[in-house]
Every structure is written in C-alpha cells, then in structure tokens.
C-alpha cells in the first residue's frame, strides 16, 4: 500500500499564523533573555556530502537488490549486451566489462498494482542491429533505437483485455520485422481461459495480432506458459510450452499441432548446428533430448543434484558449439549453473549459487563468443564467464538494480540518514544520503517490509510492519524486537503511524483492521467496527483529528480514533493527504478500479464538504497511488499517476507533468526537512531528486550554487527563507519572518588564488534554528551548516567548501589567511552631538534616517578602509562590503523594541575574519554604540536587545 512519509520535527508544531520574533517566558524581560541564551556559544556543525539526488532529474541510489530480471545480447555484435532489472534497463558495448546508467520505461501498473509487474521482464536484440531492442513489461511491449538511451512505447495495450504477463519475445532471425510475445497468463480469454497465448506483429511491433488459437485448449485448472522458441534452422517453426506439455507450430503460429510432449516442461533449446536436435527441462529436474524434431524423447534421468530435484528454468547454447549446454535452476540451497560438454550426457556445475542471491533470473551465451556466458540472479546481481563458465566475476554497477521499496523514512535532523523498507532484503539503512546502504536485519523476520515509522522526539525509535507483524528498534535500526502484543494475529502490516505530538501513540493498518497503542508498540488494541481500505492522516496540530479511509468513504475522528463518522465524502477512494501547515486541508484520489474514471477532491473544511479538481491527466491515467502536500509549500501538490508524477503549484487546480519516468508504483514521497528543493521517492529503489530553482531560491556564481535556508521559530513553526532582490554574482541575503528584517548573509568566493578551493561564507543574525544548504549542481556536491535553536549563530568560514574553482584572478578574491576563533564583540557606549545621517558611500540610514550606521576595517597585511554601503536595503536592514562590491561582508539591522523592553536593538552578523568596527548613532539623541572585532577572530552576531534607548519621543 503506497502512502506519504513525511519527516517531522521533535516538538510541537502549529501551523498557520505569522512566526514570532522573539519568546520570552512569562517572568523573563528580554534583557534577562538575551544574556542568557547569549551565554552558549555553539559552533555551526557543518556536514558535506555527494547529492543522492539528481539534479532537475530523478537518479536511483540505492538500496541495491541486484536482481537481473531479463538479458539480451545482441547477436551481430556480441559486445553489445542489455541487461533488465527492477531500476530499469541498462547498456554494455564492451561484454559487459562495465555498463551505463539504467533507463526505466514509463510502464503502466497493471490492477493488481504490483511493481514487480509493470518492470522487464524480457528483451531481444535486433539480429541486424544492435542498437535496436525491444523490452516487454507486464502488459505493454516497447522499442529503443538508440541502444537504450530513450524508448517509445509500442502500443498502449496490445489486445485489449487479453494479454498479460508477458514473459518472452523473440524476433525472426530471417526477417526481423517479424516478432513474437509469449503471454503467460490470459484474462478474459475466449477458447484457452487462463492459459495464456502468443501474439504476433509483421511490422515491427506496430500492431499485434493473437495466434494463440488451438494453442494448449482449456481444460479444469488452466495452463501456464513459460517459454517461446523460434527454430534458428526453420524460423516459420515454434515452439510453445509450459504446464500441459510441449506444442509446435509449422506456419510461423497460425496453426500449433496437439502437444509434442504432454508433460509439463520449463525450459527448451534447439542445437543450431544439428537440425531436429531439441532439448527440454521441467520442474523435477529432468532433461529430455529428441533427435527427430520432437517424435520421440529420450529421458536423461534425474539432473545432478545434491540431495533434492530441482527446476530447470533456463537451458542455453551457442551457436558455434552446439553440444555445449548451460542449465540454471533454483529453489534449492545448491542450485546454480550447470554445463555439459557432451550434449547433455554428463553435468558438471560451474557457478553455485552466492549467499546472497535465491536462483538465476536470467541466462544468455554470446552466439559467436562461446566462451562469453552471462547469468542474472535474483538478489546476487549480475555475473560474468569470459571462459565458458570456469571462471565467473560480478558484472554489477550499482547503477544496475534499485531494490523494491516501500516505504522510507528520513531522520529529523539528520536527513542523510534514511531507512528503506524493502520487498526482499528486509530493513536497508543509509548514514550517507544513499551513497551506501547496509542491512539493518538483526531480529526481524524473513519476510516483506511493509512499511517503516520513526519516532520524531526520539529518532533512534524505529517501528517496522511485516509480513509477520510489528517490529520495533530502540537503537537506529541496529536490532529489533517483536511489538505485536495486542494483535489477533500476524498478517501483513500495511502501514504504521506515530502521533507528532504524542509519540508513544500509534496507529497501525494490520490486514484491513485499524489497531492502536498508547505505550510505543509495548500493546495494541483493536479498534472495533472500522474497516480500513486505504490511508490514515493526523492533523499536526490537533493530533486528535485523524482521516481515515475506509470501505464507505473518508472517516473523521476527533478524540483519537474512539468514534468515527463519515465525511462529505462518502465515496471509496484510495491515497489520502493533509497539508501540514493548513490540517483541515485534505485531499483524496479515486481510481479507475473503484469508479468509472479518475478523480482527486479535496476539503478546506475538515471533511464537511468537499470539490472535485481537476484530475492531473484527465481521462489517460488510470491510477493514483499516492498523493502528497510539501510541508513547506502548502500550495505544491504531487500526485503519482501510472503515467508518472504531476505536479500543482496552486492546491490541485492545475497540474503539470514533472516526472514521467516516475510512473511505477510509489511507496512514499519524502520531503528533504533542510533542503526544500529535495525529494525522496520509494519505488524501484530509493529516487533522489533536487530542482535547480533560482527563483525560489538564491543562486549564486552564474547560478551553479543553489543557496537554501529553512528556519524554525521557538513555537515549532517552520518555513523557507526569502530571498532579498539584488543578490550579486558572489553574495545573497535572506529573510526569515518579514521581508524587511532581514537574517542571514551567504556568500561563495573564489578562493583558487590560494588554496584552490572554492569558499562558502555566511552571517546571520538570529538564534532560531536554521540549516543552511548550499548546491554544487555541476558536482553534484551539498554542503549543510546547522545552527541550533537557542544558540547565536556561528560564521561560517569554510575556505574547503567546493573543489571545483575558477577564475583565481576574481576582483572578489577572499582575504581570510588564518583559521579564524570564535568571540564576542567588543562593545563601547556614549554620547555625541547630533547630526544627521547623510545618505553615502559610508553612512548606511536606517528607521526612516534616524540611526546612523558605520563601519570601518583592516585586513592582514595591515590596510584598512571605510566600509562602503551596498545599494539596496529596507527600512530596518542594510548591508556593507569591504573589498569589492559584490562580495558583501556585513549585514546590520536596527530594530524597534521600544514595545518589549524600552530599548532599539542592534542586531549585526560578519562573514569575514579581518578587524572590524561598528558604529550606530541615534541621531536624534546623541547615543552611541560601537562594536569591536579584533583581527582573525569570526564573531558570533551582535543580538543587542539594550543597543539604544531613546524610545521616548
């Protein structure tokens, strides 16, 4: 079941409503509050790492399941090689020595909705031309031209209400126009019921037509196919099999005779050198050869084994050798590849199967490279033989495989740290952003995760559903303990949910019925009558409000889940979603299975009435299956559709197509908690996605260094910072909470001149909790600086931020030349005549001309200067530079605090080491303010809440 997880933060949080500047306890004065937050000086904890995600582009990270589902080599070119798996389709020109990146197919997700339908599941290469392959899914067949590198989607449906499961493809070798796609299973067949059937296109692929007539005829307990084969020495010949034996037709499938064989078979090769010579393997491990094209068989008896029978699944030859075979099976602890040198007569394995793989997938021999053998496993990844199967070697890229996710969960506060819920390898964790994955197994089952919770207070708190109930880790994942007390039983568990503000309160869907615990998974108790048919939502910041789906429509509770009523939407519908900043906002998506087409409504009003929108792809897609709000743009809304993921920048009355290769089934979408143009998606593998966005945010140096700032307030709320108009090349300047007040210098210098290092620089003068990030989108390179709440913010002076440089000759060269200390300003107080501000390079007016701000500096090698007044500024803010103009190194405000405490406030913040003085005069009174840096000390900023007294008119 596909749902949002959306991080949250370890506090209370109220969404709506302007943040406040400033909280001060109910006895506390703001002087008393200053000094004493004023009292800790925390450095800025700076993290740097490679981007997991793609750059305007999703890229697939990880974790790798190294299941290879289909391979195809290309027959004039046996260099040529392309390789199937869950993250898509990749490409080797040189035998599979190294390979590209993956391509996924835009596929449409068949009804059940499973993702392991709507992958690859075979591909063949033109015999002509190796740059031309064809690749079927579950339903849908489709070509690429280019050796992989873009698909075209040969036909939306191939019969309509017919095929599925389509499991093979073969192409004439005579005349490659001429295709053919084995179907394993039927729906909605006339003559063969579920049995499944063949198709045929003349024209490449353009249009198909069933041939599946006569073709194992129905019978009680239907047919399964497994296999096609077109005779390399007579290609109007094919071969058909599966569970009611062996079929051929001579007329290239219009007519298929009674069955050859009638025993159930799995695999069959023909010898290309010996005409009539076929071999076939079933399920008991048994190998047949005829020598007459199919009249008579002769049984080789039971294949080697080690103790039990296994299923041959896969049979291959090449076409120099002929009596060279290679056998795959799987299903037993020894299974693995076999190879005969005699045509069968004696077996000898040469690959057993690696503990960290279930069976063989797939198996290809280069046709005219013999000794070229290659074998795609289910969990092991892809291996290679250069020497006919004597020597092997993993072929895997780590760009090969995405794992089959569904669910993800990020760390608060950490969000290069994430866990993956898999389909196959159990509960995967990251420490890195995705670079690198490790289990984290210890105590969990052997079966399917499900879905994955995190504990928002306590983010080493972990809660996993199974396939064999709930799990629960204290330790990051590290190990795990049964937390199903409570439960009447152990079926699948869909989905967890923690409480935000109460996080020992939890929410469970187990099999369709709703379970809840109050005591952190320690028991679950059943709550009666409720069916659940879909996803469940808590309002943040009224955590009794809960949204749930069930069989009559969306359900409202308002005491945390006792008693249920029905909304103005009493319809079934599937993905559910809450704006997190504006909870009685929801929406919610019908699909196409439970309604007559494709629907999203959504409520301003808590469920009492509710609009349908317009729909992201009208009446093309089919499927919703996930919907989600950004917790920072209430107005972005992301549907994942079959056809990929839309997007609404105006609450769903809009959409745009963003995403279209996201088009499989998405377990989660997850939003960065620092680094707002990010996103996480849990499908085929963990996606990554960062949206280069200069006019959201702040690019700087031609705009390859995206600037992003999310702050919190001391009341929990949350937000992006504004970024001022006016940003040079080298220096921006943001906002929090009104744009005029402005917070945070940042800054990006060319430091190649002297340490070939490009720098990052930045000043805020704040104490809220912010993470600065800054994007390299060339190297693809982040950079986080984190400031925690209650703590003046620490310069950052970080002269090894980017490797990549440029012009060292820069007029906005840096002139830091010693690791900078920490300190406090020096501050000096006292009385002058009064005199005007005089607007100018030197005096930078601010409340309306009142306060008179100078600034005057001395660098290292002993110059020193008048600080110059950067041309823009706000009624309360303003900015200096130093060296040159672009390169902004102070940014001063006055604020009016005559309302709080009787005094203006100074607040000031220096991206720069050097000796610094500031001065503020009022000069309607006189008073005077002077602020010190020595040289080669950073300074926290000056926060002066007793700056300037002259409140009284």
């Known amino acids: 079941m596909s749902r949002i997880s959306i991080p949250r933060r370890a506090m209370n949080q109220s969404p709506g409503g302007r943040p406040s500047r400033l909280a001060f306890g109910p006895d506390e004065w703001p002087g008393q509050w200053m000094a004493r937050i004023l009292l800790g000086v925390v450095l800025l904890l700076p993290t740097a790492t490679r981007l997991t995600a793609g750059v305007d582009a999703w890229s697939t990270n990880g974790p790798y399941d190294e299941r290879i589902k289909a391979l195809g080599i290309a027959p004039s070119d046996p260099s040529t090689i392309y390789a199937a798996a869950l993250g898509g389709i990749v490409h080797s020109d040189d035998g599979g020595e190294s390979w590209g990146s993956p391509v996924a197919l835009a596929t449409v997700i068949p009804p059940e909705g499973d993702p392991d339908r709507g992958v690859v599941q075979a591909l063949a290469v033109d015999p002509r031309d190796p740059g031309t392959v064809f690749a079927a899914t579950a339903a849908e067949i489709w070509k690429s031209e280019d050796s992989g590198a873009s698909w075209d989607r040969l036909t939306p449906e191939l019969v309509p209400g017919v095929m599925t499961d389509l499991r093979a493809l073969r192409i004439d070798p005579d005349n490659p126009s001429t295709l053919y796609a084995l179907s394993a299973t039927c729906l909605g067949c006339t003559g063969f019921s579920s049995a499944g059937g063949v198709l045929k296109s003349v024209d490449g692929g353009v249009t198909w037509t069933d041939i599946s007539e006569g073709l194992l005829e129905a ?79 002769a049984e080789f008896g039971a294949f080697p084994v080690d103790g039990s029978p296994r299923s041959l699944d896969f049979l291959a030859t090449d076409s120099l050798t002929g009596s060279r075979l290679f056998a795959a099976t799987k299903g037993v602890a020894s299974d693995g590849i076999y190879r005969s040198d005699d045509g069968g007569d004696t077996w000898t394995p040469v690959l057993r199967r690696p503990s960290t793989h279930r069976g063989v997938e797939s198996l290809a021999v280069a046709a005219t490279v013999p000794a070229r053998v290659l074998a795609g496993t289910t969990h092991g990844g892809l291996f290679l033989s250069s020497d006919g199967g004597d ?204 309604a007559s087409s494709l629907s999203i409504f959504k409520t301003t009003d808590g469920g009492v009435t509710w609009e349908e929108l317009p729909t992201p792809c009208a009446s093309h897609c089919r499927w919703i299956d996930l919907l989600a709000v950004d917790p920072l743009q209430p107005n972005r809304v992301y549907a ?139 190297t693809e390179r982040v950079n986080r600086y984190w400031n925690p709440a209650g703590q003046s913010f620490q310069p950052v002076l970080d002269t090894k931020a980017f490797a990549a440089c440029g012009d060292p000759e820069s007029p906005s060269a840096p002139h830091l030349e010693t690791p900078p200390t920490a300190t406090n300003w020096a501050r000096a107080r006292g009385q002058a005549s009064t005199a005007a501000c005089v607007p100018g390079n030197g005096e930078l007016c601010l409340g309306s001309g009142r306060f008179r701000v100078e600034a005057n500096w001395r660098d290292f090698a002993g110059r020193s200067g008048t600080a110059r007044v950067v041309p823009m500024q706000s009624e309360e803010s303003g900015l200096f530079w130093f060296f040159a103009a672009d390169n902004w190194e102070l940014l001063v405000k006055v604020v009016d605090g005559c309302g709080l405490n009787g005094h203006h406030w100074v607040m000031a913040a220096g991206a720069t080491n050097v000796e610094m003085e500031l001065l503020v005069t009022d000069t309607l009174t006189g008073e005077w303010v002077r602020y010190f840096q020595p040289l080669g000390e950073s300074t926290t900023p000056i926060l002066d809440t007793q700056a300037l007294e002259g409140c009284q008119p």
């Open 219 to 297: 019978t009680s307990g239907g047919k399964y196919l497994h296999f096609l084969v077109v005779d390399p020495n007579q290609t109007s010949t094919l071969w058909a099999g599966g569970t009611s034996g062996l079929q051929r037709s001579l007329d290239g499938g219009l007519t298929w005779s009674g069955s050859v064989l009638q025993w159930p078979v799995r695999s069959m090769i023909i010898d290309p050198l010996t005409p009539g010579t076929l071999y076939v393997g079933d399920q008991f491990g048994i190998l047949r050869r005829s020598s007459d094209d199919g009249a008579s068989w």
């Open 391 to 594: 020597s092997w070697r993993g072929s895997n890229t780590h760009s090969t495989v995405g794992a089959s996710v569904d669910d993800l969960v990020v760390h608060p506060s950490r969000p290069s740290t994430m866990w993956a819920a898999t389909r196959f390898l159990g509960v995967q964790k990251t420490l890195d952003g995705g670079l690198t994955w490790a289990p984290a197994n210890q105590g969990l089952p052997a079966t399917r995760i499900r879905s994955l919770a995190i504990d928002p207070a306590t983010p080493e708190r972990l809660y996993a559903g199974s396939d064999g109930g709930i799990y629960r880790s204290t330790d990051g994942g590290e190990s795990w303990s049964p937390a199903s007390e409570g439960l009447a039983s152990t079926p699948p568990v869909w989905w967890i949910l923690v409480d935000p503000q109460v996080p020992s309160t939890l929410y469970a869907n187990v099999f369709y019925s709703l379970y809840k615990s109050t005591d952190g998974a320690g028991s679950w108790q059943l709550v009666p009558a409720i069916d659940v048919r879909g996803e469940m939502v808590i309002d943040p910041s009224s955590t009794n409000v809960l949204y749930l789906v069930s069989d009559e429509g969306v359900l409202k509770s308002v005491d945390s889940g006792n008693e249920w009523h029905l909304t103005g939407l009493p319809r079934q519908v599937s993905p559910l979603a809450i704006d997190p900043k504006q909870p009685s906002t929801v929406y919610a998506g019908q699909n196409g299975s439970v």
């Open 640 to 778: 994942a559709t079959d056809l990929g993921l839309y997007r609404s920048e105006d609450g769903g009355n809009s959409w745009t197509l963003e995403s279209p290769e996201l088009s499989f089934v998405l377990g989660a979408l997850v939003f960065d908690p620092s680094r707002p143009s990010t996103r996480y998606a849990a499908g085929s593998g963990v996606l990554g996605r960062t949206d280069v966005d200069c006019q959201a945010f702040q690019c700087l140096r031609d705009d390859r260094f995206q600037v992003e700032i999310v702050w919190e307030d001391f009341q929990g709320h949350r937000g992006i910072a504004g970024m001022v108009d006016g940003a040079t090349n080298d220096s921006g300047v943001a906002w929090f909470f009104d744009p005029g007040r402005w917070e945070a210098l940042v800054k990006i210098l060319d430091g190649c001149g002297y340490n070939g290092q490009l720098w990052t620089l930045a000043a805020a003068a704040t104490n809220v909790e912010m993470v600065l990030s800054v994007t390299d989108t060339t």
